[in-house]
């Protein structure tokens, strides 16, 4: 019985290894198709984290689609508000409240979606009631509107690695942060939109974000509600306004002044850290 069991042994045995190779091949061909596997299984939670950091950006750009698509945005100018004055006038004799919390909440509206106009809103304040509330209006609106936006942006670039060069820019700015907050919040170049998507991007604190925005937006709006004050003879002799009005430099040259301050100690930090 024994040497006919052989050959059967033999034969088990050999197939025991075939299955044995099969089995090593296999997993070798499962590691290899593991990564790009993996990559196919996360690649749906990846853009499901992306669309739910890029949300409440979306929602604000779509606020400026509607201000543009429904025409509101375009009766944000001088001249359309010059029309409406009386008006305009009545309701901040009447309410003198609402129509306040009104224009700070116009402003802050669209500096939030990124785009230009709250400077006509600011001027308008100016023109209801004068200089320091305007500024304050000014302030009000500007804090609002930047906070939402630099909140949305700072949420989207969480987590994001930049490449290299611009990596060397964002390190160039945290060196000394608080200066060039300054710096871009005073600089009139600078408008509240851009600057508060730019400082989310550099990775600009919340405290030293919202001191910034507050000293600026006070300073701007209250010059800016000067302007409009000053203007409230040419809206109600129904001239026309010219936005380059706002750029004469007398009402510009403090501006770039306070800017020029704010980086001072940027610059002396330059200086300290040459060799």
Request: proline content about 7%; glycine content about 10%; some cysteine.
């Amino acid at each position: 019985m024994q040497p006919s069991q052989h050959p059967k042994d033999e034969a088990e045995s050999s197939a025991l290894a075939r299955a044995r190779a099969q089995l090593v091949c296999d997993a070798a061909e499962a590691r290899e198709l593991e990564p790009p596997v993996t990559a196919a299984a996360e690649l749906p939670r990846d853009l499901r984290t992306r669309l739910r950091r890029a949300l409440p950006l979306l929602v604000l750009l779509a606020g400026g689609a509607f201000l543009l698509a429904s025409g509101l945005y375009r009766e944000l100018s001088l001249d359309r508000l010059a029309d409406h004055q009386q008006w305009l006038q009545a309701q901040a004799h009447a309410h003198p409240w609402s129509t306040m919390g009104g224009l700070a909440l116009a402003a802050g509206g669209v500096i939030a979606t990124g785009l230009p106009g709250a400077l006509a809103v600011v001027v308008l304040s100016g023109v209801l009631f004068g200089t320091w509330l305007g500024g304050v209006i000014g302030m009000v609106g500007g804090l609002l509107g930047s906070s939402l936006l630099f909140g949305a942006s700072r949420y989207w670039f969480a987590g994001g690695q930049p490449p290299a060069l611009l990596a060397r820019v964002r390190d160039g700015y945290l060196r000394n942060p608080a200066s060039y907050t300054f710096f871009m919040r005073l600089l009139p170049v600078f408008p509240l939109g851009p600057f508060s998507v730019a400082l989310a991007w550099l990775g600009c604190r919340w405290p030293l974000f919202l001191a910034a925005t507050a000293i600026g937006a006070w300073f701007t709006g209250t010059v800016n509600a000067a302007v409009g004050a000053g203007l409230a003879h040419v809206i109600a002799s129904r001239q026309r306004i010219d936005i380059g009005l706002l750029s004469e430099p007398r009402l510009m040259l403090p501006l770039f002044l306070f800017a020029a301050l704010a980086l001072v100690p940027a610059l002396l930090g330059l200086r300290r850290g040459r060799p």
